[in-house]
């Protein structure tokens, strides 16, 4: 069975840091790409960043710089680092993986592209 369980997230100061984790089971998470979304209350779900099967990482330009994806293949665990965090940066943030590939393929931003999401993790940022 597929599942993803985010976890990582909590209550930080702005200019504060959350490792956001992604952890996998029920398949191999690096042949696959893992994307992570967040939606904020009354928005729509916005993709954050990608890393694909091949190793291209791929970020929303609102977080370039401030985040980093990456992937532990030994921990079957996906990452995201979240630096130097803003309140427009408050969501709840979700990992997907496209285990089903489409043909075409959708871009990475789009939440079509995956079939399997996680649960989600918030992210708070506040003083």
């Known amino acids: 069975q597929v599942q993803l369980v985010e976890s990582g997230g909590g209550l930080v100061q702005p200019g504060g840091s959350l490792r956001l984790s992604c952890a996998a089971s029920?398949?191999?998470?690096?042949?696959?790409?893992i994307g992570w979304f967040r939606q904020a209350p009354g928005k729509e779900r916005d993709g954050v960043s990608c890393?694909?099967?091949?190793?291209?990482?791929f970020y929303a330009d609102s977080v370039k710089g401030r985040f980093t994806i990456s992937m532990d293949n030994a921990k079957n665990t996906g990452y995201l680092q979240t630096d130097r965090l803003k309140p427009a940066h408050q969501a709840v943030y979700y990992c997907?993986?496209?285990?089903?590939?489409?043909?075409?393929?959708?871009?990475?931003?789009?939440?079509?592209?995956?079939?399997?999401w996680g649960q989600g993790t918030q992210v708070t940022v506040s003083s």
């Open positions: 890393v694909s099967s091949d190793g291209s990482t």
């Open positions: 997907a993986t496209d285990v089903v590939p489409l043909f075409p393929r959708p871009r990475w931003d789009y939440d079509t592209r995956y079939d399997y």
């Open positions: 029920g398949f191999t998470l690096d042949y696959y790409a």
